[in-house]
């Protein structure tokens, strides 16, 4: 199946509605808006990713013959399925570029289109852009914890799905992550490989040395090692015995790595032993069950550890995982439109997120206002699709990646932090946009 | 990208362990089993799914030529590269079937291949298997809290990417649910699919009457109406009201959809408004953020609700999103292997779990014990591939969901709740398995 660009990859209601638009014959313009309404506890601010995969998907979707017969077997209307043979998105897009600093109620993504295709896009739009979103904004909190260190995704086995461990290397990556373990992320999205050895490797053989001697063998420039299987300083004391003969064979150890056990304390005593051994250029590295409190904890402590692998709670959000997100009708056929349900109204008409500095380049506030009014401050949201049609090539990831870290180094202190501010940051909302939203509750 | 069959979809170390074994020419049999460590807080039982789609992946799994030449250019070795060109997994595969109820320390699956084949398939294994048994673990708990209600996955939006989606509805139709809104889910796994409209079609219209007729017009099989847009009770007056009209075009309204405030206060007032219409047949389907512990509350007050969209909350298994799966060498080259590791030490060798029933059907205690040791009970690993071809076709998912069915009916009181039970379902290991394990701690 080509998850890629199948738009049968939706909610069912997404296919009645159009049939609906198609037999009401409703064709006029459309502006839907993706946005978060809340943030989760422990997150003050959110980054913006997996918008370079919704504008490919709304550049290759489209239905294939196969599929349209497989809809008539659903109860849909042959007229509304020849519809359907060239149904191709059209529309104009805008966007926060990915790696951009987001917050509550602001518009990440605005589709302007015929309805049909402003509403059929809504699941996968919101599947994409949901998840990234989330992981970058997770994967944020570890990079700014731990400064200067080397961090590595190595979630995918208990990320959900073969597209979540790979959207979440390139999320990570773009916060400022160092690298990934899953190979086939390194491959699509050019993210620098890392990885080690299974304590596996080291159980299928009779010793530590032999597994140690063979694994650096065969791979000379990842020369980097398991101790934890049996004994962790034990094995360290081995792989010091070992170093001459390795070093013989032209391979230089390059670092251990700890997965077990209270890991400030034996990568204290692992240090030890290694300077002592005159390996002082040997990094410590550590995984197991990571989280960025933990980081924070580790690396405030000063333990000698040089980087770390973060798997599970970074590939499922596991603190928070899902983004209180929707994508919404602002306006159809040239008119602003609210949703006022109990306890999840919007706020109607297009918009634009102003965001203003201070003398020091810090963010001090936002601004969310009516498109087309003049505000100071950056404007966030920049055309990206026109007529369905790019306006300009995919941006490098590691232009992503550049901005986000921008990002973070414009954050003001108090949101820096793991936990929540003591105030939110400060979100306002222009008085035309106010004005509108309440002529729009007297009609 | 085919992320059905490429082996790229590892960990970095899974390539470079393979160069070892490679290189150290080390072809002998490993004996890998992936279990849970232990249930999260708020669980009391497991339900296996997603074996289907590992033996599909060990079955297809294979290198394009295009991807060893990539690998080329990430420092792989010529002769390693070569020995990619036709590798196919050739071993035997055990497990439990879809749809049984599972407990920690119990092997779900167990692979016996040259380690080569074994190791690397380590990380798709353990993503495929650990998404599913979570989410179906996640279902299940809905379905024994509203029995006899319709329960559909509306999870697309919010689940982690694609394949989430997918298999999350999968997993939760093996668990008991009536239907997916999944499109594609419903294509590709024949799950019936259920939907109705968005709050975004509503207010694209003048009015909600005008949007309710156009909907059913257009769909009128499916006319389910979402009716908290403005405000609930009055959007089903305006229903009963245009009733006559619908039922004048052969339409017969079949349910109001409720999607925010008070569930349970709606659903009475709703149900009264028309059952005093003479709408007794009309239906009242309930969504918004539900859990099963919102379910459980709702049911259990009597509310007049006969189904339940539920999404996030189920297809992130957001109380719980992940499980402390593991996939370990147990036996290599005929020896029995032990992982020691501080907090993580395994039981060694092959394994098979008896599970034994009381006179009502009940399960009452499982024994992990050595494969090829006699017990009483039921024997829950079977051999699902041998030389890496199936021992009998895709098993048909109905089969499986009724497997789950026996399985959640054959739960024991105290494992049926919400809450932990006081006393965790008893799993004990076999004399000869204590044994070897104290062998090897002495070895």
């Known amino acids: 199946m080509n998850l890629e660009s199948t738009i049968l990859l939706t909610d069912l209601y997404e296919l009645t509605m159009l049939q609906g638009y198609f037999h009401a014959g409703m064709n006029e313009t459309a502006v839907f808006e993706f946005f978060v309404r809340k943030l989760p506890k422990n ?28 809809l008539a077997t659903q109860g849909f209307r042959r007229e509304s399925l020849e519809k359907l043979r060239d149904f191709r998105f059209q529309g104009d897009v805008h966007a926060m570029p990915e790696g951009t600093l987001c917050f509550p109620e602001e518009p990440i993504l605005r589709i302007t289109a015929p309805i049909p295709q402003a509403q059929l896009f809504e699941s996968r739009i919101m599947n994409l852009l949901h998840f990234q979103t989330m992981i970058a904004s997770k994967a944020a909190r570890s ?12 979630g995918l086995r208990r990320a959900h799905g073969a597209e979540a461990g790979l959207y979440a290397a390139r999320a990570a990556f773009l916060a400022g992550f160092s690298a ?31 597994a140690f001697l ?19 300083e034990e094995a360290v004391r081995k792989l010091v015995a070992l170093t001459p003969r390795l070093e013989e064979r032209g391979i230089r150890p390059l670092a251990v790595r700890l997965d077990s056990g209270d890991l400030g304390a034996h990568a204290r005593r692992v240090r030890r032993i290694l300077d002592d051994a005159g390996l002082r250029r040997v990094g410590i590295f550590a995984s197991g069950n990571l989280t960025e409190e933990r980081l924070q904890e580790l690396v405030g402590t000063g333990a000698p550890i040089d980087g770390f692998g973060i798997g599970t709670s ?33 706020w109607p008409g297009r918009k634009q997120v102003f965001r203003r500095y201070d003398a020091d380049g810090r963010i001090v506030s936002d601004l969310v206002a009516l498109e087309g009014e003049d505000h100071p ?17 995919p941006e490098p990831l590691r232009v992503a990646r550049d901005r986000a870290a921008r990002g973070l180094a414009s954050l003001p202190s108090d949101l820096r932090g793991l ?9 306002r909302f222009s008085t035309k946009l106010e004005a509108l939203r309440s002529a729009l509750d007297r009609s």
Chains 1, 2 share one sequence.
């Open 180 to 210: 990934t373990a899953t190979v086939l992320a390194g491959k699509l999205f050019e993210i620098p490989l890392s990885g080690t050895m299974a304590h596996s490797f080291i159980q299928a053989h009779d010793s530590e040395e032999e």
């Open 143 to 154: 990079v700014l914890v731990a400064p200067g260190k080397e961090l590595v995704d190595f």
């Open 419 to 427: 936990s929540p501010a003591a105030a939110p940051y400060p979100v």
């Open 43 to 70: 997150r003050n601010f959110l980054l913006v990713a997996g918008v370079e995969q919704a504008l490919a998907f709304l550049e290759s979707a489209h239905f294939e013959p196969e599929e349209i017969d497989w």
């Open 377 to 393: 401050g950056e404007p966030l949201l920049v055309p990206v699709l026109r007529d369905g049609k790019r306006l300009s090539p």
């Open 214 to 232: 063979r694994f650096a063998e065969a791979n000379p420039d990842r020369a980097v090692f398991l101790v934890d299987t049996y004994d962790t």
């Open 314 to 346: 970074l590939d499922t959000s596991s603190d928070a995982p899902y983004l209180d997100c929707v994508y919404k009708l602002e306006e159809y056929a040239g008119r602003p439109r609210r949703k006022r349900s109990e306890g999840k109204a919007t």
